[in-house]
T-cell receptor
C-alpha cells in the first residue's frame, strides 16, 4: 500500500527558531495536507494543498506541494511554545477506495522557551 | 469543538471482551472514517462509510466491524480484544461530496486500554 515517509521524527528547538519538516512518498498524490495534533486531542487541519508546485501560507506556517506530486514540506517561522505537538502530513487521491487519507508517522515538535 | 463527537472518551476493558465506540459526524457530513493511532504506528485507516454504505476498507481486523446508521452516526465494534488493541481510536467526517478532498474533521478520540 501507499506509505508516507515523514522526517524528522522529532525536533527540539528554541523558541523563535524556524522549523522545517517534510514528507515523501513513492507514489503520487492529488492532495497534500498538514495536520497538527495536541496531546489528548484529534488532529486539526492546518493547510491543504491541491496543485503541484503550490505554495500556501497560514500565518507563520508555509507548506508546498512538490512538483513531482510525491512530496511536501511544512515550515514554521519564529516558533512559539504553543507550536508544541505532533505534525502529520497526509496524502489523498481521488475517488473510490483511494479517497481516504494516508498519514505519515508524524514529527513531534518540542519548543524550549 | 470540532463538531465531531466521540464517546466514550476513555474505556478500560479486559482481554476477550467486546466494546462499541460511537461517533456523531459534523452536521451535514455524510462520510465517516475510523482511524487507529497506536504509540509508534501513526494514524492507521480502518474503514470509511458514506451515507450508510461502506466505501473503503483499510487495515481493519476481522474482529473489528463498523456501521453507519440512517442518522449518520457510526459505531465501531471491537471484539475478542487483545492487549495490542490498546490505542486511540479516532473518528473523522467529511463533507457532502462523495469525492470530497481537502481533509477531514477529527473528533477527540476514544482511548481504549485493554488489560
Amino acid at each position: 500500500g501507499q506509505q508516507l515517509n515523514q522526517s524528522p521524527q522529532s525536533m527540539f528547538i528554541q523558541e523563535g527558531e524556524d522549523v522545517s519538516m517534510n514528507c515523501t512518498s513513492s507514489s503520487i498524490f492529488n492532495t497534500w495536507l498538514w495536520y497538527k495534533q495536541d496531546p489528548g486531542e484529534g488532529p486539526v487541519l492546518l493547510i491543504a494543498l491541491y496543485k503541484a508546485g503550490e505554495l500556501t501560507s497560514n500565518g507563520r506556517l508555509t507548506a508546498q506541494f512538490g512538483i513531482t506530486r510525491k512530496d511536501s514540506f511544512l515550515n514554521i517561522s519564529a516558533s512559539i511554545p504553543s507550536d508544541v505537538g505532533i505534525y502529520f502530513c497526509a496524502g489523498q487521491n481521488y475517488g473510490g477506495s483511494q479517497g481516504n487519507l494516508i498519514f505519515g508517522k508524524g514529527t513531534k515538535l518540542s519548543v524550549k522557551p | 469543538d470540532s463538531g465531531v463527537t466521540q464517546t466514550p472518551k476513555h474505556l478500560i476493558t479486559a482481554t476477550g471482551q467486546r466494546v462499541t465506540l460511537r461517533c456523531s459526524p459534523r452536521s451535514g457530513d455524510l462520510s465517516v472514517y475510523w482511524y487507529q493511532q497506536s504509540l509508534d504506528q501513526g494514524l492507521q485507516f480502518l474503514i470509511q462509510y458514506y451515507n450508510g454504505e461502506e466505501r473503503a476498507k483499510g487495515n481493519i481486523l476481522e474482529r473489528f466491524s463498523a456501521q453507519q446508521f440512517p442518522d449518520l452516526h457510526s459505531e465501531l465494534n471491537l471484539s475478542s480484544l487483545e492487549l495490542g488493541d490498546s490505542a486511540l481510536y479516532f473518528c473523522a467526517s467529511s463533507g457532502r461530496d462523495r469525492e470530497a478532498l481537502g481533509g477531514y474533521t477529527f473528533g477527540s478520540g476514544t482511548r481504549l486500554t485493554v488489560v
